[in-house]
């Protein structure tokens, strides 16, 4: 089973393209599968309705949210239509199983008073709180989230049009940015990048006092910091920003597909769980819907 499931990762990586971090989950949920038929000496080719249902029965019972369990059935069948594909079985034993239901929750939102407090925090006296600046107008400017966002390279960028191109796995999107996140962002990449990167072929948009690409936890670092210092009692990370940015814009009376294309969501159901928000008015897209365009 190990040398499939190398396999089958292979193929997400190099054929379907997904991002780094979705091929961790995958990797991550199709391990635990085979530790579990490991444990219980069961053969991945040979489970059926039954089997397969008892083991999302366990990850229940060892207290995994069905959330999680629902991503790892989604997983296990894409390794089974994966081994289909390669002709190692002939039916996929997930067939007729359906995913738990999962209660999308009420997304964690600033009131635009929060927003204004925390993005106030970062001060361009020197080049971090520059840098900081810039990217956190930019996170609440275009609602990308923070692997986006750290993977933007400088040609990434157009200030003169106002907009950031996003790049994930094979898709791209182009999401406009307000005139207080293109002076902030116009800022940094003039008075601080050049002086913080070491190396002149650095890409990276968002860089480190080392000069090299912001990582991920150093991204919610910067927030939590920032956070405090503004004395916002609300758990805030990245992707608070993300569902603030939604809201506000559908608040403000933005078309609900106009966020979604920004959001870079596949299915508006997803976009959807913003409505509980929605106030009547407006329907302009961006520059009379964005608290700080």
Known sequence: MEKQIKQFLDFLQNEKR??????????????QFE?????????????????????????????KKTSTVSRSLASIRSFYQYLIRVKKIKRDPTENIQSPKVEKRVPSVLTSEEVEKLLSQPKDVDLKGTRDKAM?????????????????????????????????ANKQRNIPM??????????????????????????????????????????????KFYKEQAHIEKDITPHVLRHSFATHLLQNGADLRAI????????ISSTQVYMQFQDSGLKDIYKRTHPRA
Not at 40 to 63: P, R, S, T, W
Not at 143 to 152: A, D, F, P, Q, W
Not at 260 to 267: A, N, P, V
Request: with cysteine; charged share 25%; proline share 1%.
């Open 178 to 223: 307000g005139s207080i996140s293109i002076a902030s962002l116009r800022e940094y990449m003039r008075d601080a990048r050049p002086i913080m990167i070491k190396d002149e072929n650095e890409k990276a948009l968002f860089v480190n006092v080392n000069g090299k690409r912001l990582t991920r936890q150093g991204f919610w670092k910067i927030v």
């Open 136 to 168: 956190l107008e930019v996170a609440y400017a275009t609602g990308m989230r923070v692997t986006e966002i750290i993977s933007l390279n400088i040609e990434d960028v157009n200030l003169e049009e106002g907009f950031i191109n996003c790049k994930t």
């Open 18 to 31: 997904v991002s780094n971090n979705t091929l961790q989950s995958y990797s991550r949920d199709i391990h």
């Open 260 to 267: 979604q294309t920004m959001l870079g969501h596949s299915d």
């Open 35 to 63: 530790n579990y038929l490991s444990e219980n000496k069961l053969n991945y080719v040979k489970m059926d309705f039954e089997k397969i249902n008892a083991y999302l029965k366990h990850l229940q019972d060892i207290g």
